[in-house]
């Protein structure tokens, strides 16, 4: 009796606690089925072992709230349940996440610190970039490789008692500008005690050979200002003179004087000289010849020269002339230069390698104005002459009537005794 009395005791005192703990639930509002049983049903992990968040870190959201289909949205706590949600969904086989996809669903790339041997690059905003410096030249002729033209060398002699260069100068030719004292004083190019060796009417046999004969034993250069019709007649020599180094000009096709009659009224016929000497010599070279050009007696009409300057072609006087044509003995020759030369200090000189006596006066001349402390200044045209097709044609009608004159001299003359 005692037994059934304490059962009828405790089920009274269990009906009337879940009694009071409905009344409660009523009053404070529902209760779910899992959180009652939270709190009557000990976890299986001790309280001890349980993560506990840090402090005043955001509390994440239930599980049941989690939108798979929303990844991040800014927030700490949905990057979480986002990535709790894919791991669940890539637990089953037919959702695998390849590691892109992976990468793309995670939090958003953080900046990584660059290594140590590349440094940031700063964006320029609408700056124009300055030009890279230009190499700066160097001495004795070396140059950086990306510079546009090199610098012109003096090749070196091998005669240790020779006169040779001291210098090689540039004539840009655009224009028409004219060179020489006598009758143009704008250009002094020249230090003190530098010449320049010009040679007009040639090229001719005999003369013009010793005259490069005696430069080439020098390692000296000179401007040679050549007659078309001279040209064609010996062309073998002016071909030599070209392979010797020097620099040809031109000097008319029949050295007619252009300030008189007819061609200082016939300026056509005055072009027709310029230009048939020109081309002639061009021809007889085989090859481009220096812009430049002398006058026949130094005349120089206006007219032409405005012609020669619209072709880009300069003018050239003197500044000594050595009046070499008439004299006959080569040490007359030397005296008129030495003495003019040694009266002026520098210049342009004058001079015919048509004359005999000039071409026997050069190996002493030479010596001479070595011994005298002078040096040789080689001129050089920057751009060659281009001769004119029409002028071509009436060069070459000047030879029509030997056309057939094309078998070598030594199979049509032949000599049978002597």
């Given amino acids: 009796m005692r037994a059934v009395l304490i059962v ?32 009557f049903i000990p976890p299986s992990t001790p309280p001890a072992a349980q993560a506990q968040p840090p402090a005043g870190a955001p509390v994440q959201a239930p599980a049941q709230t ?22 669940q969904i890539a637990a089953t086989p037919n959702n695998p996440v390849t590691p892109v996809a992976e990468k793309t669903l995670d939090q958003p790339p953080q900046p990584q610190p660059l290594p140590a041997s590349v440094a940031p690059v700063k964006l320029a905003e609408n700056t124009p970039t300055a030009p890279a410096p230009a190499p700066a030249e160097t001495g004795g002729g070396n140059t950086n490789a990306t510079a546009a033209a090199p610098i012109k060398t003096i090749p070196a002699c091998d005669k240790p008692d020779a006169l040779g260069l001291s210098r090689v100068v540039e004539i840009d030719t655009a224009g028409g500008p004219a060179f020489g004292f006598e009758h143009f004083k704008q250009y002094d190019f020249l230090r003190d005690k530098e010449v320049v060796l010009t040679f007009d009417d040639g090229p ?64 056509e016929q005055a072009k027709q000289e310029i230009e048939m000497g020109v081309s002639a010599v061009h021809m007889a070279v085989g090859g481009p010849i220096a812009s430049f050009f002398r006058f026949p007696d130094l005349q120089h009409p206006a007219p032409m020269m405005s012609y020669l300057a619209e072709r880009n072609i300069a003018t050239f006087s003197t500044d000594i002339d050595s009046f070499d044509f008439k004299m006959h003995k080569p040490e007359q020759v030397v005296q008129s230069v030495m003495t003019k030369l040694q009266k002026r200090g520098k210049g342009i000189i004058l001079m ?67």
């Fill in 204 to 267: 001719w046999p005999e003369n013009t050979p010793m005259v490069l004969r005696a430069l080439t034993d020098n390692c000296a250069k000179g401007t040679f200002f050549e007659i078309g019709e001279h040209a064609v007649w010996h062309p073998e020599i002016a071909k030599q003179v070209a392979e010797a180094g020097m620099t040809i000009g031109s000097h008319t096709w029949s050295h007619k004087d252009l300030a008189r009659n007819p061609y200082a009224s016939d300026l």
């Fill in 8 to 39: 009828v005791g405790t089920l009274l005192t269990l009906g009337l606690a879940g009694f009071g703990m409905v009344a409660a639930q009523h009053a404070s509002g529902p209760m779910s089925l899992a959180a009652l049983a939270a709190r």
């Fill in 352 to 418: 015919h390698d048509f004359q005999h006596a000039t071409a026997e006066a050069m190996p002493e001349l030479l010596r001479q104005l070595k011994a005298g402390g002078y040096k040789v200044v080689h001129m050089v045209s920057k751009d060659p002459v281009t001769p004119l097709p029409k002028y071509d044609d009436m060069v070459k009608a000047k030879d029509k009537l030997s056309v057939t004159n094309t078998r070598p001299e030594n199979s049509v003359v032949r000599t049978i005794g002597e």
């Fill in 66 to 87: 989690v939108q798979t289909g929303q990844p991040g949205q800014g927030s700490e706590g949905n990057l979480a349940a986002s990535r709790m949600a894919r791991s």
